[in-house]
T-cell receptor, first 112, second 113 residues
Framework: DTAVSQTPKYLVTQMGNDKSIKCEQN?????MYWYKQDSKKFLKIMFS???????INETVPNRFSPKSPDKAHLNLHINSLELGDSAVYFC???????????FGPGTRLTVL | DQQVKQNSPSLSVQEGRISILNCDYT??????FLWYKKYPAEGPTFLIS?????DKNEDGRFTVFLNKSAKHLSLHIVPSQPGDSAVYFC????????????FGKGITLSVRP
């Protein structure tokens, strides 16, 4: 049974388009995260939600908007996609704000 | 500004020998450290962690050592197995209401049969 799932796994799109990545966790965790792994392989936190409330918002462009309809879901919507948005995006969850995080399989976004 | 550094990009070890993966950090506020393992096309998987009140934590073949004065930690895998071949990320966090994990760049471990 998948603990943290993301859809789609691959996403290829044109510059200027708007796209969404969905994330769901069935672990009963209160905190969910979005990370970006760029071409230099660094995993960087983008957002964190605790009980549907935004608690971390790193310096991410306004084109990125997370949405948490409930504790088990944290979706990422990206407007006006740019070439530099090409990366692998990972969703994660944890029981508390500090502790072991469980990661999804990642979504490879390619902007052409 | 890299607060968590994994300076060696890769390590190759013979099966059965010890693998030692190193990690350095610069932020003295970090008090919780984790190691994650990642296979291609998969998300990182938690491996082992250590709190700053300890200097060693062991779980089966995996042991993490923490040297706070040197701001250095290391992951020992013994004996190494071919299935251990993966990318290993070191991560750190500081206690606080909005703690976040800061990751290193990762080390690619190859265990030769």
């Amino acid at each position: 049974d998948t603990a943290v799932s993301q859809t789609p796994k691959y996403l290829v799109t044109q510059m200027g388009n708007d796209k969404s990545i969905k994330c769901e966790q069935n672990l009963g965790h209160d905190t969910m995260y979005w990370y970006k792994q760029d071409s230099k392989k660094f995993l960087k936190i983008m957002f964190s939600y605790n009980n549907k409330e935004l608690i971390i918002n790193e310096t991410v462009p306004n084109r990125f908007s997370p949405k948490s309809p409930d504790k088990a879901h944290l979706n990422l919507h990206i407007n006006s996609l740019e070439l530099g948005d090409s990366a692998v995006y990972f969703c994660a969850s944890s029981r508390w704000t500090q502790g072991e995080q469980f990661f999804g399989p990642g979504t490879r976004l390619t902007v052409l | 500004d890299q607060q968590v550094k994994q300076n060696s990009p890769s390590l190759s070890v013979q099966e059965g020998r010890i693998s030692i993966l190193n990690c350095d950090y610069t932020n003295s506020m970090f008090d919780y450290f984790l190691w994650y393992k990642k296979y291609p096309a998969e998300g990182p998987t938690f491996l082992i962690s250590i709190s700053s009140i300890k200097d060693k934590n062991e779980d089966g073949r995996f042991t993490v050592f923490l040297n706070k004065s040197a701001k250095h930690l290391s992951l020992h895998i013994v004996p190494s197995q071919p299935g251990d071949s993966a990318v290993y990320f070191c991560a750190a966090s500081a206690t606080g209401a909005n703690s976040k994990l800061t990751f290193g760049k990762g080390i690619t471990l190859s265990v030769r049969p």
